[in-house]
């Protein structure tokens, strides 16, 4: 391997060192995604990508998404901005229709689990940072899922769950007008397996925010269970917090991850570019283990 990378924590996180000149070039991307799907999140310093690089660092690792599954309030189809690089910002200036959305980041989730196929990985890269606060937490939900006991996770891997946008959203947003819990719950839900058994054969939690309800359970149960397993997987051996510095670059696996942001002041202007790469397979529940007869 043509680079060198150190681990952030024992779970999660690898901090890579490449130049610039050698992320894009694309020689290193199989490596790179390899260890991106390893360790979850990989964090590269100094890097200073405009939005270009940032688009041909993507397009070196996945399919780089150019559309959006998010509707706007006119319910069009907003488009992932600028040839697939979004401003992401709470300044409505900035960015006049993510801003609706955004505050949900600052709590647990994972992107895109309105979709059949959820966004394999993001790049995130920061033009503008807030006083105070802001940094980005990643929970890796494979070691989170790899250290449940083996009855539950043969228990889960039976469980799909039911993900709304009003979950996503209405924790974040106790305050919301009548009108925006009715846009929220106008959006497409999506039944999602609880376990993920990737084509890797590795198996990880489906957790986020947007987690509404384990399907055929009573409300009650399933409440406690998706805090309980949040509880669980949140825990900071399985977390690994960034703190930015401008010329950062940080990518993570969004099917095996879940983020956040952490609160800043509302009136930063907090700026960050972002390139999400499209999902490549669905979510797909574990194989039960046949039992054969002796
Ligand atoms: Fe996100």
């Given at each position: 391997?043509?680079?060198?990378?150190?681990?952030?924590?024992?779970?999660?996180?690898?901090?890579?060192?490449?130049?610039?000149?050698?992320?894009?070039?694309?020689?290193?991307?199989?490596?790179?995604?390899?260890?991106?799907?390893?360790?979850?999140?990989?964090?590269?310093?100094?890097?200073?990508?405009?939005?270009?690089?940032?688009?041909?660092?993507?397009?070196?690792?996945?399919?780089?998404?150019?559309?959006?599954?998010?509707?706007?309030?006119?319910?069009?189809?907003?488009?992932?901005?600028?040839?697939?690089?979004?401003?992401?910002?709470?300044?409505?200036?900035?960015?006049?229709?993510?801003?609706?959305?955004?505050?949900?980041?600052?709590?647990?989730?994972?992107?895109?689990?309105?979709?059949?196929?959820?966004?394999?990985?993001?790049?995130?890269?920061?033009?503008?940072?807030?006083?105070?606060?802001?940094?980005?937490?990643?929970?890796?939900?494979?070691?989170?899922?790899?250290?449940?006991?083996?009855?539950?996770?043969?228990?889960?891997?039976?469980?799909?769950?039911?993900?709304?946008?009003?979950?996503?959203?209405?924790?974040?947003?106790?305050?919301?007008?009548?009108?925006?819990?009715?846009?929220?719950?106008?959006?497409?839900?999506r039944s999602h397996p609880l376990v993920w058994q990737h084509k890797s054969g590795r198996k990880s939690l489906v957790l986020s925010t947007s987690a509404a309800w384990v399907?055929?359970m009573h409300p009650a149960e399933s409440h406690d269970l998706l805090q309980r397993l949040m509880a669980h997987a949140t825990q900071e051996k399985y977390t690994y917090r960034?703190?930015?510095?401008?010329?950062?670059?940080?990518?993570?696996?969004?099917?095996?991850?879940?983020?956040?942001?952490?609160?800043?002041?509302?009136?930063?202007?907090?700026?960050?570019?972002?390139?999400?790469?499209?999902?490549?397979?669905?979510?797909?529940?574990?194989?039960?283990?046949?039992?054969?007869?002796?």
């Open positions: 391997m043509a680079f060198t990378s150190t681990p952030l924590t024992p779970r999660i996180g690898s901090e890579v060192r490449l130049d610039k000149a050698a992320l894009l070039g694309g020689a290193l991307a199989s490596d790179i995604r390899e260890l991106l799907v390893s360790r979850g999140v990989l964090v590269f310093r100094g890097l200073h990508l405009d939005d270009e690089e940032l688009r041909t660092a993507a397009r070196s690792l996945g399919d780089l998404r150019i559309g959006s599954a998010k509707r706007a309030a006119d319910g069009k189809v907003l488009k992932e901005g600028e040839e697939g690089v979004l401003k992401v910002s709470l300044d409505p200036e900035v960015n006049p229709e993510y801003a609706r959305y955004l505050f949900g980041n600052l709590l647990w989730h994972m992107d895109g689990t309105y979709e059949q196929v959820p966004p394999f990985a993001t790049l995130f890269t920061p033009y503008c940072l807030s006083q105070e606060g802001g940094d980005t937490m990643f929970a890796s939900t494979y070691a989170a899922y790899e250290d449940l006991p083996a009855e539950e996770r043969e228990r889960l891997g039976t469980l799909r769950v039911v993900h709304t946008m009003q979950a996503a959203l209405f924790p974040a947003k106790r305050d919301c007008t009548p009108e925006e819990f009715a846009m929220w719950s106008s959006y497409p839900q399907e055929g960034h703190q930015w510095q401008l010329g950062d670059l940080a990518i993570w696996d969004n099917t095996g991850m879940m983020h956040r942001a952490m609160p800043f002041e509302a009136a930063s202007k907090r700026e960050f570019h972002r390139c999400t790469l499209n999902g490549e397979e669905a979510v797909t529940a574990p194989e039960r283990a046949v039992e054969t007869a002796a």
